[in-house]
């Protein structure tokens, strides 16, 4: 298995474009008008499709994605909800598929010089930078095609769910992502804007007013989906993938029909992979501590911590009961618990 290497130039400052509402089409700018909106935390608003809230800009690129994205039977998508261990994911993902076209040790391997972002770029950011629908991308692209999105899985493009292509999913429990969502988005307003409250904040993420959210929703569709066609959809837990990082990286080779053989398992192979792809490892790169990405931001802004429990640092008893009683509301009879 090989993956083209590749890296998008961007068109424009995504982040910049986040506060930006007047570049849309008229036609475009009408059906925002019909959707309900709602407070952003990066955008002025964020608008329901589907189910779901979206920020204009990711909405475009959705649209875009959904009309003219085609699936190829071999295609691996990573889908999380925001600050789920997304560039993890990516990482270790990118790595195992290509471990023979870029091997581990090499010190040309491109998570040395590229941000995994990068490597694995979010499709509906893809399509958002384009001005007019687009065909067929990537049509040259070595099997397996190696993608990412933080869409529901309802807003994902028919051929995406009719094909034998891969899902792997990742969620991680709501108190982390919500202390490391409110540090990442603080860091870009920061440079447009002032932060939004942390106590504000909050109250949005619980009532289901973010990003691809509402959070719980999300999760429950690829938990549902896992459930139904576990030969399609993978779902991963961020802390047992932290607490067992080995074991999952086998999980995932099985799952993805490249399995580690008897020799590289003897060589260490699959402990060389959790080290390149390690946090400690990728937050210390150049490239991750200088660079930018696509969006047109410091790669620093990703990394901040990548601990299971840190929001017992931030979170009141109270802001901890009231996500607890959401999940266990939200996920009653799913089985699923977090």
């Not at 925002?32 to 329901?48: C, E, I, R």
């Not at 990711?58 to 039977?73: A, M």
């Not at 003897?266 to 210390?284: A, H, T």
């Given at each position: 298995?090989?993956?083209?290497r590749?890296?998008l ?8 474009k986040c ?95 590229s ?146 053989s ?23 790169l ?13 790669n ?21 009961h ?17």
């Amino acid at each position: 298995m090989a993956t083209s290497r590749r890296r998008l130039q961007p068109n424009s400052n995504l982040v910049q474009k986040c506060f930006e509402e007047d570049g849309f089409s008229q036609t475009f700018k009408n059906l925002l008008s019909s959707l309900p909106k709602a407070k952003g935390w990066l955008s002025p608003h964020l608008y329901n499709y589907e189910g779901f809230w979206l920020t204009a800009l990711h909405l475009q690129g959705t649209l875009f994605f959904q009309h003219n994205f085609q699936s190829q039977e071999s295609d691996i998508l990573l889908v999380t909800s925001p600050k789920s261990g997304t560039i993890w994911l990516k990482a270790m993902v990118f790595t195992l598929i290509n471990r023979m076209q870029y091997p581990v040790l090499s010190q040309e391997h491109p998570l040395l010089t590229s941000n995994p972002h990068d490597l694995v770029p979010f499709l509906e950011l893809e399509y958002a930078q384009e001005k007019y629908p687009i065909p067929q991308k990537d049509s040259s692209l070595t099997s397996p095609r190696l993608y990412s999105t933080h869409l529901p899985y309802v807003s994902l493009p028919e051929s995406v769910k009719n094909t034998k292509s891969k899902i792997i999913y990742m969620c991680r429990n709501p108190r982390d992502i919500f202390v490391s969502l409110w540090h990442y988005i603080s860091k870009l307003r920061s440079q447009e804007s002032e932060m939004i409250p942390f106590d504000e904040a909050f109250h949005m993420f619980s009532n289901g007013f973010t990003m691809a959210g509402p959070f719980w929703d999300h999760v429950l569709s690829y938990w549902e989906k896992s459930c139904e066609m576990p030969q399609k959809v993978l779902f991963l837990k961020y802390e047992e993938v932290k607490e067992q990082p080995l074991s999952h990286l086998r999980r995932l080779a099985e799952f993805l029909d490249c399995p580690f053989s008897l020799e590289e398992e003897e060589r260490g192979l699959v402990d060389e992979i959790i080290k390149l792809c390690s946090f400690d490892n990728l937050s210390n790169l150049e490239v991750n501590k200088s660079g930018k990405t696509l969006f047109g931001n410091d790669n620093g802004v990703f990394f901040r911590k990548g601990e299971a429990g840190d929001w017992k640092n931030h979170l009141t008893d109270e802001m901890v009961h009231r996500l607890n009683q959401i999940t266990e509301d939200k996920f009653k009879g799913s089985g699923l618990k977090l």
